[in-house]
C-alpha cells in the first residue's frame, strides 16, 4: 500500500484531495495534511511518506523549498506539485529537483488517476531495477568467489587481458581487489635462473607453485593483494601494492620483489625478478606486462643485477643500450602484428646495432640469437616450418664478422616474411584459437574443445578460421602437427614412429601418407637427407 502526505493551505481543496476515492480504490492510504510549507515540512521528515502531494505556493514555505530542503536530507519520496496557470514558471523549476509530476488546479479525478497510476509504474520498475541490481551483485560476489577458487579462470582473463582484452583486464582487478578502484598495481615476472639449467629438482610448475605459496606469506605480511600466472616468460604476479596519494606504496612493490628474492636465495634459487611501472587503469595491464617482461629480460643484455625496474632501465642505462633493447622489443610486437614490416624493422635495428661500435662480439652474437628466436617462436606459432634454437645458436656462432651476421638475418626474416604475411590473423579471436592449437597440438583434441576453450560455438570457430587462415580445422590442425614433427626430424634425436606420436598421430601409418604428401617426401628419407646435410 503507497502511503501519501497531502499539502495545500487552501483547505476545501485540500479536503477535496483527502476525500477522493482514487486513493482507496488504488490502495492508498494518506498518512498526513499539512495547510502550510513549515508543518509539511515537518510531517515529511516525520512519517517518511512513499509520495507527497505539495501546492507549489503556501504561507511559511512554498512547495518547492519544501522539496529543495528535503532532497539536502536525501529523504526518499516521490513529489508531486499541485500548480496553476499563472505558476508555470514555478513548475519549470520542478523539473530541477527532480519532481515526478506536476497536476493543474483544480485537480481532477482522470488526472489524479492517471499521475497515481504513473507513480505505481514507476516504483514497480524501480523494485525491478532493485531486484536486477541485488541479481547482479550476487552474481559478482558468486564470481570472485569463483574467481579466488579457479586459478583457470584467473589464467584466463589473465592471458585474455594480456592480448588486449580490457573487459577481461577489469574484470581480473575488480574480482582481485574489489572496491580498490583508485588502487596502484604493477606486473612482477619472476624468472628461475636454475629452471634454465634443465634441473630435475627445479621444473617449471615445481617453480610455479612454490613461488605461489612464497608470495601468499610475503605479501600477507605487507598487507596487500596478488595473484600469480604462470606463463611462458616465467611466474607473472599481478600486484596491488597501495591506493593513490599514498607514496609508501611506490616502494612496496620493490620491498616485496626483494622480500621474493631473499626467500628464493635463502633456499638455493637463482632468480631474476622485473618490475614494471605503476598503473590506475586495468588497460594498462598489457603494457605493463611487456615492461616487466623487458625489465627482466635487460640482464641478459646489460647486468648482472637480480631485480630489474622498469624505470630504472630506461633513466639508469646507457641510450644506445636502450634504443637496441626497444628495437628488439619493438621487433616482436611488429613480426605479431605487422608482418610486412619484419624485414624493414630488422633493417633498422641493424642500422642501430652497427653505429654502437663499443658492443663486443659477444653481446652482438645475443643480440643477433635473439632476432632469429623472435623469428622462429612467430613462425612457430603459426605453423610455419622455422629453425630450432639450436639451429640458430649454432649458426651465429659459426659467424664470425658483422656483415655477414646481417646477411645471415636479412636472409633468415626475408624468407620467413611471406609466409608470416600470408599466415596473419588479425582477430583476437583468431589469435586466441591458434595459441590453442599450437599449444595443445600433441593432444587428442576436438574442433569441440577448440570452440570450449575459445567460448565460441563449432561453427563460429570453422568460420573464422576458414576466413582468416583459409582453411578448416582439421588441414590446420595436421599442418601445425606435420611441422612439429618436421622440427623433431631436423633434431635427430628420436625414432620417426616416435615423434609422429611426440606431434599428435596416433596413427603411424596416416602420419607417413600426410607427411609424404605435404612435403614430397617419406618421413624416413626427409630424417636421412637431413643427417646428411
Sequence with gaps: MLRLFLADDNSLARSALCSSSVWKRNSCEIVGE????????????????????????????DGLEVIRQLRTENQSCIYIILTGYDEFSFAQQSVKLGVFDFLLKPVSSEDLLSALLKVKRYIRGQKHTEKKIAVLEKYADDYRLKLNNSPEER??????????????????????APGLSDALYCVMLIVSDTAAEDSEEWQPMHFYGYEENALKKIVSETKNTFAGFPTKEGYAVLLFPGQKQNPACISAAGGIAAAVLLRNRTDGHSITIGLSNVGRE?????????????AAENHFFLNEQSIFRYENIYQGTDTDDYVLLEKLNSLNET????????????DELLSALGKNQECDEKFVKNIFIHIGIILSETANEKGIAAKSIHEIVSDVSRICCFSQLKEWTQAYAGLLQPALQNNTCRSPAARNILTFLNNHYQEKISLQDVASYAQLSVSQVSRILKAETGTTYNVLLNKIRIQAAIQLLKEGRKKVYEIADAAGFSNYAYFYQLFKKETGVPPTEYKADWVRQ
Design 282 to 294: 586495468a588497460e594498462q595491464l598489457e603494457k605493463l606486462f611487456r615492461q616487466a617482461v623487458f
Design 34 to 61: 499539512a495547510a502550510n510549507g513549515i508543518a509539511a515540512l515537518d510531517g515529511i521528515r516525520k512519517l517518511k511518506p512513499d509520495v507527497a502531494v505539495l501546492d507549489i505556493k503556501m504561507p511559511g514555505m
Design 155 to 176: 589464467r584466463r582473463l589473465f592471458s585474455e587481458s594480456l592480448r588486449g582484452n580490457t573487459r577481461a583486464a577489469e574484470s581480473l582487478c575488480e574480482a582481485l
Design 335 to 346: 613480426i605479431k602484428k605487422q608482418p610486412e614490416k619484419t624485414t624493414a624493422c630488422i
